[in-house]
């Protein structure tokens, strides 16, 4: 059983950074591929970044591209998401998925088995 913790959220001016994490545990860390979602209230849960198994392949929802980066630390069993240039329509509890099990498809959160608990973040203007 994959378990996930998220951590690094917070309150932030816009324009500035934050970078979450994700620790894994409870599977082998190079078999768990990870993607990060986000919600807004009264919003539905969005997709905002993926990297494959071995980090080799990555990729980002259109809103945050260029601005928000995923990486891994193996050593630490641990995911990041480097959110810079943050927007105040960035304000979201963020949500660390993982799976083991392989797709193509990974936009649609219901193709990730495994989740963290959250973490907020918050932008002011």
């Known amino acids: 059983q994959v378990q996930l913790v998220e951590s690094g959220g917070g309150l932030v001016q816009a324009g500035g950074s934050l970078r979450l994490s994700c620790v894994v545990s409870?599977?082998?860390?190079?078999?768990?591929?990870v993607g990060w979602f986000r919600q807004a209230p009264g919003k539905v849960r969005e997709f905002v970044a993926f990297?494959?198994?071995?980090?080799?392949?990555?990729d980002y929802a259109d809103s945050v591209k260029g601005r928000f980066t995923i990486s891994r630390d193996s050593a630490k069993n641990t995911w990041y998401l480097q959110m810079n240039s943050l927007k105040p329509e960035d304000t979201a509890t963020y949500y660390c998925?993982?799976?083991?099990?392989?797709?193509?498809?990974?936009?649609?959160?219901?193709?990730?088995?495994?989740w963290g608990q959250g973490t907020q973040v918050t932008v002011s203007s």
């Open positions: 998925a993982g799976r083991t099990r392989g797709s193509y498809s990974y936009t649609d959160s219901a193709l990730f088995d495994y």
């Open positions: 409870g599977h082998t860390f190079n078999e768990v591929a």
């Open positions: 990297a494959t198994r071995s980090a080799s392949g990555t």
